[in-house]
C-alpha cells in the first residue's frame, strides 16, 4: 500500500428495481476488501478513472446474460468466504431479461423522496410510454407535505393500493393517477385528526 491510500474494509451497495431491492453489505475484520471490490465492481457496467485509479460504477444497469455471468464468476469466486453475495444472483432472478435496475454504492440511507424519483427514472427506462416529467410534477404536487409526515413504504406499481395506516402513519403508492382522490382523503384526515 503506498503512502496515502486507503484500505477499503467495508462496501455497501444497493440494488433497485421496479421489483424490489436489495443491499449487499461486505466487511473484513482482518485486512481490506480491495481486490474483491475491484473484482465487483467490474462485472457491472462501469467506467475506469485512470487520473484518480478508481471505478465509477454506472448507476444504470441491465439485467442481460452478459451481467448474469460475469456475476455468476464472482458468486462462485466469492460465495464460501462471503455468503451474502448470493443476494446478487437471487435480486437478478428476480427481474426480467433486460430490465433496468439501478446499482448504488451507499455512504448513506436513500431518503423516501430519492428512493421514489429513482423508482421513476427506472419506469421511465423500462417503460418506453412512461412520462416521467408529467408523473413527477404531478407526485410533487401531490405529495409536497406527505414525504415529511408519512413514511413512504412502496413504489411498486404491482403492489395493491393501501393508502393509510393512522397509527404507523404509512402510505402505500401506485401511481399518481389512482390515488390522487385518496391522498386527497387522507390529507382532510390528517388535518381532522391534528385537530383533535
Known amino acids: ?3 496515502g491510500e486507503i484500505q477499503l474494509t ?7 428495481s421496479l421489483k424490489g431491492e436489495s443491499t449487499l453489505c461486505v466487511e473484513s475484520k482482518d485486512g481490506n476488501i480491495d481486490t474483491f471490490a475491484y473484482e465487483l465492481f467490474t462485472k457491472f457496467d462501469h467506467i475506469i478513472d485512470e487520473k484518480n485509479h478508481s471505478i465509477i460504477l454506472n448507476g444504470i444497469q441491465e439485467n442481460n446474460t452478459k451481467t448474469k455471468l460475469s456475476i455468476a464468476e464472482i458468486i462462485n469466486k466469492y460465495s464460501q468466504k462471503m455468503p451474502q453475495i448470493n443476494k446478487l444472483n437471487t435480486f437478478l432472478n428476480k427481474l426480467d431479461e433486460n430490465e ?25 427506462l423500462n417503460m418506453p410510454d412512461f412520462d416521467i416529467a408529467k408523473h413527477l410534477q404531478q407526485s ?3 405529495f409536497k407535505n406527505i414525504w415529511d409526515n408519512y413514511n413512504l413504504i412502496s413504489t411498486n406499481v404491482e403492489k395493491k393500493i393501501v393508502l393509510a395506516n393512522q397509527i404507523r402513519k404509512n402510505v402505500y403508492v401506485v401511481s399518481v393517477e389512482k390515488v390522487y382522490r385518496q391522498v386527497q382523503h387522507l390529507k382532510m384526515k390528517h388535518m381532522q385528526y391534528q385537530k383533535h
Open 1 to 3: 500500500m503506498q503512502k
Open 10 to 16: 467495508r462496501i455497501e451497495i444497493l440494488l433497485f
Open 100 to 124: 433496468k435496475f439501478c446499482t448504488i454504492v451507499l455512504s448513506r440511507k436513500l431518503t423516501q423522496e430519492e428512493s421514489y424519483k429513482l423508482g421513476c427514472k427506472l419506469m421511465s
Open 140 to 142: 410533487n404536487e401531490l
